[in-house]
């Protein structure tokens, strides 16, 4: 009795809409293909260009901070809008959005009009946490998000954390989005991965000893950005500069699959003092913080179970009450 009570109400659970209205396989009897269309274009991407999948896991970070996921991100400048998000200086470096791109035009050949660029976001990050991280990362995708109309420069600023702040500001700016000391922590392991400019770590290159490894200052960092106005790309992972750059510091990279691998080894970095960001760093001084980093530094299973718990959250995150929205026809621009 008892299983079968069970079996019907997992039967009858997806087809209730969750209250934030998004719901797992909302496309199933619109689109039944998304999913695949999604994966498959993000792994020919990243099976060509393994960067592009970092980027898509900031993309959807981006996305759902400012007015909610609702594809805002994307909206290029145009002549009715010269300052859209990607104008703040706080998105420097966002790309991939040619993947986006491709994704739309492939799922518009089969089903047009009905797959929103917001819900692709959230697929596409999907995928590429799963791709980086060798299927350690996964998550059902409540979906049935609609595309916002509204991209401003000035929002971006105000929301997206900046990478010199310290853990007050930082754990003040996820709570107005609903998150936790912890979430912060969580999520900021997605610097596990990826590339920053040296303007983004610029105070890293001055920082004293307790802050830095003084050897991974001076003959990664320094060396590595050269003087302005160079802004060159630097790895976020210590793991993934090449191994000539190096020299004696090999023995703080955590080994690791390959290059742009999405794992905890972001927190045992963080333990060792190598670090990119000031904000990453400063998780460890901070008590609210610290316990987190540790947590995290010793249970990898752990960290890729919350890091996916904390994706589904930040993908949650609505627009603002009375957005007009759409399903776009392209990504780039709204629809009159
Ligand atoms: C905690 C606050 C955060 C700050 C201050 C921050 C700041 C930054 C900055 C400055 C960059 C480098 C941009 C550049 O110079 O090109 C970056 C890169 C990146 N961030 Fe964050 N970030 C934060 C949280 C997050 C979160 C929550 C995610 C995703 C869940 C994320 C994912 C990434 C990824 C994957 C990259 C590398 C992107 C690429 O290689 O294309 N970050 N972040």
Known sequence: ??????????????????????MVGYYNDKCSNVETIVKDT??????????????????IFHDCFVRGCD??????????NPEPERASGANIGIKAL??????????????????SCADIVVFAAREASKYLSNGGIDFAV???????????????????????????????????KGFTPEELVIL???HSVGRAHCSSFSDRLTAPSGEINLNYRDNVLRKGCGSPPANPTLANNIRDINASTLGNLTSYVVPAIGGDYLDNSYYKNNLKNVVLFHSDWALVGNSATLA?????????????????????????LPMPTGSVGQIRKTCRSIDY
């Open 98 to 115: 040619e993947v986006i791109d491709a994704i739309k035009a492939n799922v518009e050949n089969v089903c047009p009009g009905i797959v």
């Open 42 to 59: 993000v792994k020919s991407f990243l099976d060509d260009d393994i960067t592009k999948g970092p980027a898509l896991v900031r993309l």
């Open 292 to 316: 987190h980093v540790h947590e995290y530094a010793d249970n990898g299973t752990l960290w890729n179970l919350d890091f996916a718990d904390a994706l589904v959250k930040l993908s949650k």
């Open 142 to 176: 409540p979906a049935g998000r609609l595309d916002g109309v509204v991209s401003r420069a000035s929002e971006a600023d105000q929301y997206l954390p900046d990478s010199k702040s310290d853990v007050p500001a930082l754990i003040a700016g996820f709570a107005t």
């Open 1 to 22: 009795m008892a299983v079968a009570f069970r079996l019907a109400a997992a039967i009858a659970v997806p087809s209730l809409p969750a209250p934030d209205g998004l």
């Open 71 to 80: 594809g805002s991100i994307l909206l290029d400048q145009s002549s009715a």
């Open 188 to 190: 900021s392991g997605a």
